[in-house]
């Protein structure tokens, strides 16, 4: 069963309806889980529920016909606050999160209480999370804070001290094959269900993947590593950084697009490890398999395990908004380095 338009995460919505139907409704919520699966909207289909002056709380059910649940669904409910980083901030600053304080301590508007989503959490600086951390201790009567991030690890602990943090899973493979079919993402049944296999649970891991500039870069660079012989690293970070570019103009895309790159990488790899393994790895892709089998012949399998660790490691330091030429040029040196046998 499906919540309106969540797909995929029916435990959640169960765990959080108990807490509303016992009347212990958490003042502030921290949800946490990869990137891509779907927590924000669900954040937003929360505030509906929160906000309608239809269904009663203990329901945690909007009825999406009310003037409230439509305010919400449109996003122009006077009680309804949504901050995210600014698209050409690294950071979440700190006079988005103390306007949000100021807003939420004034009187609702329409009805007893006022709800705010805090998108791209984990993009706090240490400023910004003090000035929300003010807000939390003295919650304003009825509101609710949600804040939407991916580790519980990237808040300070005085902040998830005060939330009940909701883990979100990686969807499953149905429901991201239905969603992307819902968004139309996808122009068949089939050509959903290939993607949502490769996606590993994230919608927009799915979508990028769909990508065929990104399809095309991407066996480019695996056959490239998977050549024997030096590899040019400053070259191979110039290209990447270029690459990674022409994604847009602004921030996310790019972030999204490096995103991908690493994580794609970390799967070839881990690919290898099955493959030397004599294992069929998890969503195999037939195109990657000699790429696969020259590294595994190659390589140890440890070099290989750290190969993948790498990528990971690249991907970690992307989401910390490390400077991307320098992370570029760090982690390609690393890939030449691991990837001709030296630790
Ligand atoms: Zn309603």
């Keep these: 069963m499906s919540w309106g338009p969540i797909r995929g995460h029916d435990r959640v919505v169960e765990g959080l309806r108990k807490a509303a139907s016992g009347g212990r409704f958490p003042h502030a919520l921290l949800f946490v889980g990869p990137e891509g699966i779907g927590k924000r909207t669900f954040a937003r289909r929360l505030a509906q529920a929160l906000l309608c002056e239809r269904r009663p709380e203990a329901e945690l059910d909007p009825c999406g016909e009310c003037p409230s649940c439509r305010q919400a669904a449109s996003g122009d409910h006077p009680d309804l606050y949504e901050v995210a980083r600014p698209e050409e901030k690294h950071e979440l600053p700190i006079a988005v999160i103390r306007a949000l304080g100021h807003d939420l301590s004034l009187k609702p508007m329409r009805g007893s209480r006022k709800v705010a989503i805090v998108d791209d959490a984990d993009a706090m600086n240490e400023e910004a999370a003090n000035a929300f951390l003010k807000t939390l201790e003295e919650p304003p009567e009825g509101a609710v804070l ?131 393994a004599g294992l069929e790895p998890p969503a195999p892709d037939p195109i990657d398999r000699r790429a696969a089998e020259a590294v595994a012949s190659r390589l140890e399998p440890e070099d290989v395990f750290l190969l993948a660790e790498r990528c990971l490691e690249a991907e970690y330091h992307l989401r910390r908004r490390v400077y991307l030429p320098l992370l570029l040029d760090a982690f390609t040196r690393d890939l030449g380095r691991l990837g001709s046998g030296r630790r």
Excluded at 188 to 197: P, Q, T
Excluded at 219 to 228: C, F, I, K, M, Q
Excluded at 264 to 273: C, D, K, N
């Design 146 to 276: 949600i804040l939407v991030g991916t580790s519980a690890e990237l808040q300070l602990d005085t902040i998830v001290s005060r939330c009940r943090v909701v883990r979100f899973e990686p969807l499953p493979e149905e429901d991201l094959a239905a969603i992307l079919v819902d968004l139309g993402r996808a122009d068949s049944a089939d050509e959903a269900a290939r993607l949502a296999r490769l996606g590993e649970g994230s919608v927009s891991r799915a979508v990028g993947l769909a990508d065929p500039a990104l399809i095309d870069f991407r066996r480019r660079l695996v056959d490239e590593l998977a050549a024997p012989g030096p590899l040019d690293a400053p070259d191979l970070a110039r290209r990447l950084e270029e690459f990674i570019k022409e994604a847009g103009k602004e921030s996310l895309p790019q972030r999204t697009r490096a995103g991908a790159i690493f994580q794609e990488l970390a799967r070839f790899y881990r690919a290898v490890l099955w493959q030397a």
